[in-house]
């Protein structure tokens, strides 16, 4: 069965320290790759995709993922967090399921906690 | 525009009852998903509509589980005789037409507690 893993489950850093998630898939055709982040009290909201092109892909607030198709991976990175960076992050991998509907599979999440 | 909605947005039930939960996707989406997300776990599909096609039911995890959309517009997502393990957030999610490179756009949830 396709398969989604983040390996971190909780991350915690300081204001301002890099940070980079790691996110695998099992898949092994093609496949839209995506980063949603859920700030508490808020429903999850996209962060970056990728569908083609330029592996490198930045997204909203600084953040952005690389797809290495050789490592199935898609780790999300950004350069300098922000206390406000505090949420869970979610790696899903959009691959087609019955009849080609192309439903969502989710890693388990990784809870990331900035110190002020 | 206004988003996904879900109602209600918290539910507690009793072992054994039927709940029901609504999802009002975005206007003009054709594609809708429900999904649910078990305490420290990732999002499970469950079932996806797009348009009359007949719903894909392969992720509905038992025949307690059933779902229904009128027309392209509001779904009810129908658990009955919950059990405990039932307890988790039902997200629901709409896209224009469930293709390929579509972002899907996710409701708040309904949190549900089976006691």
């Known amino acids: 069965a396709q398969s989604v893993s983040q390996h971190n489950h909780h991350v915690i850093l300081s204001e301002a320290a890099s940070l980079e998630l790691g996110c695998n898939y099992s898949?092994?055709?093609?496949?839209?790759l995506f980063w949603y982040v859920q700030y508490p009290g808020q429903h999850l909201q996209l962060l970056l995709k990728y569908f083609s092109g330029d592996p490198l892909v930045k997204g909203i607030k600084g953040f952005e993922a690389e797809f290495i198709k050789s490592k199935f991976s898609f780790n999300l990175r950004k350069p300098s967090v922000q206390w406000s960076d505090t949420a869970e992050y979610f790696c899903?991998?959009?691959?087609?399921?019955?009849?080609?509907?192309?439903?969502?599979?989710w890693g388990a999440g990784t809870k990331l906690i900035i110190k002020p | 525009g206004a988003g996904v909605s879900q109602s209600p947005s918290n539910k507690v039930t009793e072992k054994g009852k039927d709940v029901e939960l609504r999802c009002d996707p975005i206007?003009?989406?054709?594609?809708l998903y429900w999904y649910r997300q078990r305490l420290g776990q990732g999002l499970e599909f469950l079932i996806y509509?797009?348009?009359?096609?007949?719903?894909?039911k392969s992720g509905l995890p038992s025949d307690r589980f059933s779902a229904e959309r009128t027309g392209e517009s509001v779904s009810t997502l129908t658990i009955q005789r919950t059990q405990q393990e039932d307890s988790a957030v039902y997200l629901c999610?709409?896209?224009?037409?469930?293709?390929?490179?579509?972002?899907?756009?996710f409701g708040p949830g309904t949190r549900l507690l089976v006691l």
């Open positions: 899903a991998v959009k691959s087609p399921g019955v009849d080609s509907n192309y439903q969502l599979i």
């Open positions: 999610a709409s896209s224009f037409t469930g293709a390929r490179k579509e972002t899907q756009y």
């Open positions: 898949y092994g055709g093609t496949v839209n």
């Open positions: 509509f797009q348009g009359n096609s007949a719903p894909d």
């Open positions: 206007s003009g989406h054709t594609a």
